[in-house]
C-alpha cells in the first residue's frame, strides 16, 4: 500500500522514521569509522586537539607537541589548530563525557563524527518527506548516506564535513518548511565550519526572496543576518586566536588569492579533477549523483524554489570551491569537498532520480545501477582502504585491489 492510500491511523509519523534513520546509520558508521590512532587523518587530529585542551584544560592552547601536526600553528601567544571554531566546539561534549582530562585520545571526536553525520541524514530525511513520499526519502537518504564519501569521510572521523552536513542539513530543513531563521542559523553553523558555505546563504537567500510573488524580502533579509552574525563571530575568533580579522584564520592566504591569480588551465585542470577524473572525481565514484543530476532537470518547471536554489548554490559552491584548493583534499582516492553541497543538491536530485525509476524502463535501470555503483564503490574504500603512517602528520594510502 502506498504512501498516499495508507490510512491516517496507521501512517508511521515522519519523526520517528527520522529516529530509526538516526539509530540505523549511528549503529552501521559507528562499525566502520576509524578508530585507530593509526588510521587518523592529521586533519581530523587538528580538530580533536583543540575539543581534547578545552575540555580538559579550558584553554585552546595547545601543548608543544601538539607541533607535529602540520595543522597546529605555533605562535607567540601559544600554539593553535588552525581549525574554525565549529569544526572542534562540536567535540567538546564528547571529552567532557569520556572524562580524559589528560590524555589525549581521538575516539570521542570519531564518535561526534559519527552522531552528526547520522543526524544529517536524519534531518535530510525529513526534508526529502516534503518532496515526495516517505518510502521514497528513506531510500534516497540510504543511497546518500552510503553511495556518496560521506559514509567513508564525515563518519569515520572529524572531518569537518559530518558537522558542516548537518548544519547544511538544517539550514535546508529551515528553507523547506519556511522557518528561514532556522535556514538562517543552519548556514550561519556551516560557515563556521567551513567559510567558502557563505555561498549557501547568498544565493539562496536572494532566489527564494526574488522569487516569491510577490517579492519578498524576509528570507534575504533573515537568512542574510543570520550569516552575517556568524561571519562576525569568525572574524572575530580569527582576530582574537591569529591576529588577523579575516576569513582565512590560520590557514595559508594562498587559498583565497587562487580566486584571483589561479590560471584558467590550472583551474580548468581541477575542475575536472574534482568530478570526472578517475582518483577524486565526484561523477566517479558517485556515478548516481550524475544520473540524478541529468533526471533534475526535466523536473526543473515543477520544483520550488528553495529545491532549485539549493541546487544552483551547491554548484556554485563546487566551482568557485575548485577555484579555492586542490579537488583531491588531500586524499588518494575518493572525495569530499562536495560533501556539504551535495546536501543542498539532494531534494532536485531525489525529484528527478524518482520521477527516472517511476517512469521505468532505461531510465528506472540508470537510476538503480548508478545507486548500486555508488555504494560499492565506497564500500570498496571503507573495506579495502589501508593506510600507513609516511611522515609526521601524514599517511600513505592504498586501496586492496
Not at 602540520?70 to 564528547?94: C, K, Q, T
Not at 558555505?197 to 543570520?226: E, Y
Request: glycine share 8%; with cysteine.
Amino acid at each position: 500500500m502506498s504512501a498516499s492510500t495508507t490510512p491516517p491511523s496507521r501512517r508511521t509519523p515522519r519523526w520517528v522514521t527520522a529516529c530509526a534513520v538516526l539509530l540505523f546509520f549511528s549503529a552501521v558508521y559507528a562499525t566502520t569509522a576509524n578508530w585507530e590512532e593509526s588510521e587518523i587523518n592529521a586533519d581530523a587530529v587538528a580538530a580533536a586537539l583543540p575539543a581534547w585542551s578545552l575540555a580538559a584544560h579550558g584553554t585552546i592552547d595547545l601543548p608543544a607537541g601538539a607541533l607535529v601536526n602540520p595543522w597546529v600553528i605555533e605562535r607567540p601567544d601559544g600554539n593553535f589548530s588552525n581549525r574554525p571554531p565549529g569544526n572542534f566546539l562540536v567535540a567538546v561534549p564528547a571529552y567532557l563525557v569520556a572524562g580524559e582530562p589528560e590524555s589525549f585520545s581521538n575516539a570521542p571526536a570519531t564518535a561526534t563524527a559519527v552522531l552528526l553525520t547520522a543526524a544529517a541524514m536524519a534531518v535530510l530525511f525529513l526534508t526529502l518527506t516534503s518532496l515526495t513520499s516517505v518510502q521514497a526519502a528513506a531510500l534516497a537518504v540510504v543511497v546518500f548516506g552510503f553511495g556518496t564519501a560521506t559514509w567513508p569521510i564525515s563518519s569515520a572521523q572529524l572531518w569537518p564535513h559530518g558537522v558542516g552536513q548537518l548544519a547544511a542539513a538544517v539550514g535546508l530543513f529551515g528553507l523547506a518548511t519556511d522557518r528561514y531563521l532556522l535556514g538562517g542559523l543552519g548556514f550561519a553553523g556551516a560557515l563556521l565550519v567551513r567559510p567558502p558555505t557563505a555561498i549557501f546563504s547568498a544565493i539562496t537567500g536572494l532566489w527564494i526572496s526574488a522569487d516569491a510573488a510577490p517579492r519578498r524580502w524576509r528570507p534575504v533579509l533573515v537568512i542574510g543576518l543570520t550569516s552575517l552574525a556568524s561571519l562576525g563571530l569568525l572574524l572575530l575568533y580569527n582576530k582574537v586566536v591569529f591576529g588577523a580579522l579575516g576569513v582565512s584564520g590560520g590557514y595559508s592566504p594562498q587559498f583565497a588569492g587562487n580566486l584571483a591569480s589561479m590560471p584558467w588551465s590550472d583551474y580548468a585542470r581541477n575542475v575536472l579533477a574534482m568530478f570526472v577524473l578517475p582518483r577524486n572525481g565526484l561523477f566517479v565514484w558517485s556515478p548516481v549523483i550524475l544520473v540524478a543530476l541529468f533526471a533534475s532537470l526535466r523536473e526543473w518547471s515543477h520544483a520550488p524554489a528553495w529545491a532549485k536554489a539549493s541546487l544552483i548554490a551547491g554548484l556554485v559552491y563546487l566551482l568557485v570551491h575548485a577555484r579555492l584548493n586542490r579537488a583531491s583534499g588531500g586524499l588518494a582516492f575518493n572525495y569530499r569537498y562536495p560533501l556539504e553541497p551535495l546536501v543542498l543538491m539532494a531534494p532536485m536530485l531525489t525529484l528527478g532520480a524518482v520521477a527516472w525509476v517511476r517512469r521505468g524502463g532505461t531510465t528506472r535501470l540508470l537510476v538503480v545501477a548508478g545507486a548500486a555503483v555508488s555504494v560499492l564503490l565506497q564500500a570498496l574504500y571503507v573495506f579495502t582502504l589501508t593506510c600507513e603512517p609516511a611522515a609526521p602528520g601524514q599517511l600513505l594510502c592504498s586501496l586492496g585491489i
